[in-house]
């Protein structure tokens, strides 16, 4: 499925070329496909029972975001704020208990990290444990929500490490979004944070997953005011044959945080048409595996992953064409 996904794109990107905007023409072959095994297991590795949710300001989360950056590290990312990839911080409801961010840079094909970059957010703690549903199930997984985000964030920069681009890639998973955007909001407050704010050409978040099924229409909030960043996002969803709606950012994730301190974002949500399903099929997958804040959104071997390699793919493509000096941003 892997290799059958990317030739599709590929073929159907030259099929386009004398269509797409200018900004669609830095895409070029990469290494590899998505890998939507190892984007699974990071997602079920997250939002195991284990984890327990990864609540809010609890030993899991901590767990969760030292699970994140050792697999940071492994891919080569340096630290941002001081000498390690895990960030701490404390909240003036909390001031006792430290929490942590996960922030990592990944260099650019020159091996540097200066210069202007481009960064990708999702983020790592969901709701932990709490009322039982009708089963009897009280922890709150969250694999949608937002552990398999983190799996295909990971999975790009895989991809990125493999075929670096002319500007560095950040990686920040944030703690806390769950709770009002806290974690982005405490990094963002950081006097130290000012220079990487300034050097973000482009903020690219992923929440909730992925669809059960290949969205043929996506919303970009954060599209408005345009942006070159919408616009490249835009450009290569039609390569695929999909359309995007444009809107303001809103205060529904972290990269809201930055929308408000002049980064321009782009925040993809899947609507409601998807490609080879009818209205009550996509319906009827909606309610099989979409559990939003439920203690049901957790992974089950059943979960179909068309939807996951198209979305992680079409991200890729977004960072690879983002990350080329020949990309205006």
Known sequence: MRSAITIGVL??????CAHAPAVAQAVTATPSGPDTLAIVAVGRALAADSMRGRGPWTEDATRAARYLAARLQQLGARPVFGGNLL???VTPDHPRDTV?????????????????????TAHLDHLGVGKPDASGDSIYNGFLDDALSTGMILDVARRYVQAPGDRPLVIMFFNLEEQGLLGAMALAARP??????????????????????E?????IMGGLPANRGAQLA????RVRGWTTTSTVPRPINDVYVFAQRGVP???????ATWRGYTTDQRAEAMSKFDHYHQPADEWRPDFPLT???????????????ATDAHTPL
């Open 100 to 120: 942590y961010n996960v922030v990592g840079v990944l260099p650019n094909r020159r091996g540097s990290t200066a210069g202007n970059v481009v960064a990708m």
């Open 265 to 271: 974002i782009v925040f993809p949500i899947p609507g």
């Open 192 to 213: 130290d944070a000012a220079p990487l704010i300034s050097r973000m050409r482009l903020l690219v978040g992923v929440d909730a997953g992925s669809p059960a099924g």
């Open 87 to 89: 960030v701490p911080f």
């Open 234 to 237: 835009d450009s290569l969803a």
């Open 307 to 321: 939807g996951t390699a198209y979305y992680a793919d079409w991200l890729w493509s977004i960072i690879h064409a």
């Open 215 to 219: 969205a043929m229409q996506w919303q």
């Open 11 to 16: 073929a159907a990107a030259m099929a386009a």
